[in-house]
């Protein structure tokens, strides 16, 4: 059963490290609404969303009855003049250490380009290409030397997005990946033929479903990413094309004891009203999994 590794995370209520993202909640309410809706732990956000030293951090989730899972942490990767490790260990500060031995903390690293927001990227060359595949290593090293799990997690808008640097990523480095189900589909890759072909390389999970027509079109470069997610590319579980059941019963099939973080991106324009919101459809995955009997 996997209730009791379902996880949240402040993307699901809007809260976004892209600046003028739109409407960012106060954690206070986020909280409130994760412990509410039974959920057992949640991704940190952005900085400057929960204190940003472990100890307090950890008392502030310990209040709601929530666990620290770990967090996002874009870093730039591919660049051979940039050594990304003091960045990492200043984000491994906040993670909590603590609870290391029981249950590892996730640095879920995106390998960003720089700049701020997902809209436009640079293509990698092939020194950056290497820069960045050997990154990773040093990096998985770093993270597993502190206790802590790091993953790569493809995303649209970073260096590693499309199948084929997805495939790169596998080939050439040894860190293990967060399969985001959206994502991935975005960037051309079937989450639940990956989840089912490379189980021994997933190592955390974002659900999310996708509108596959919008996601189309953000692939072919004819709607900006933002956009898409202004106008509901990302679906509440079940509401969408991808093949969620499919995913999470094949990777629980195959062993995978990690976390299943319900994470569909979001803009609020304004706070939502009581109860309404992004809560609602976050009860709304909920209920789709527990429908699914994995
Ligand atoms: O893992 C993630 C963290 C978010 O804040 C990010 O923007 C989102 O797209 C995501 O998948």
């Known amino acids: 059963m996997i209730e009791d590794r379902v996880a949240g995370a402040p993307i699901s209520?809007?809260?976004?490290?892209?600046?003028?993202?739109?409407?960012?909640?106060?954690?206070?309410?986020?909280?409130?609404?994760?412990?509410?809706?039974?959920?057992?732990?949640?991704?940190?956000?952005?900085?400057?969303?929960?204190?940003?030293?472990?100890?307090?951090?950890?008392?502030?989730?310990?209040?709601?009855?929530?666990?620290?899972?770990?967090?996002?942490?874009?870093?730039?990767?591919?660049?051979?003049?940039?050594?990304?490790?003091?960045e990492v260990r200043r984000a491994l500060e906040g993670f909590d250490m603590e609870r290391s031995n029981s249950v590892r903390p996730v640095l879920v690293l995106a390998a960003a380009h720089g700049l701020d927001g997902y809209d436009e990227r640079p293509e990698p060359d092939e020194a950056g290409w290497a820069a960045l595949l050997a990154n990773l290593d040093r990096i998985a090293g770093l993270a597993a030397a502190a206790g802590v799990l790091a993953v790569l997690h493809p995303h649209v808008g970073t260096?590693?997005?499309?199948?084929?640097?997805?495939?790169?990523?596998?080939?050439?480095?040894?860190?293990?990946?967060?399969?985001?189900?959206?994502?991935?589909?975005?960037?051309?890759?079937?989450?639940?033929?990956?989840?089912?072909?490379?189980?021994?390389?997933?190592?955390?999970?974002?659900?999310?479903?996708?509108?596959a027509g919008l996601a189309e079109?953000?692939?072919?470069?004819?709607?900006?990413?933002?956009?898409?997610?202004?106008?509901?590319?990302?679906?509440?579980?079940?509401?969408?094309d991808v093949d969620i059941a499919g995913t999470v019963r094949s990777?629980?099939?195959?062993g995978y004891r990690g976390w299943y973080v319900l994470e569909q991106d979001t803009v609020l324009d304004r706070e939502p009203g009581p109860g309404a919101g992004p809560v609602a459809d976050v009860r709304a995955c909920l209920d789709f999994l527990a429908g699914i009997g994995a």
């Not at 790169?168 to 089912?196: F, K, M, N």
């Not at 898409?228 to 969408?240: E, N, S």
């Open 159 to 211: 260096m590693v997005e499309r199948s084929g640097e997805v495939r790169r990523v596998l080939d050439g480095s040894g860190i293990p990946l967060c399969l985001d189900t959206g994502h991935l589909l975005i960037g051309g890759t079937d989450p639940a033929e990956l989840a089912a072909r490379e189980p021994g390389r997933i190592a955390h999970v974002h659900l999310k479903d996708v509108d």
């Open 251 to 254: 990777l629980e099939a195959a």
């Open 13 to 86: 209520w809007g809260v976004c490290e892209v600046p003028g993202w739109g409407h960012q909640m106060e954690p206070a309410r986020v909280l409130a609404e994760m412990a509410g809706l039974g959920l057992a732990a949640t991704e940190s956000g952005p900085d400057g969303f929960l204190p940003a030293a472990a100890a307090d951090r950890t008392a502030l989730l310990a209040a709601h009855g929530l666990s620290p899972v770990g967090g996002f942490v874009p870093v730039v990767l591919h660049d051979p003049g940039r050594d990304p490790l003091p």
């Open 217 to 240: 079109e953000v692939r072919h470069g004819r709607l900006s990413y933002t956009d898409a997610v202004r106008k509901g590319v990302y679906r509440p579980l079940g509401g969408g």
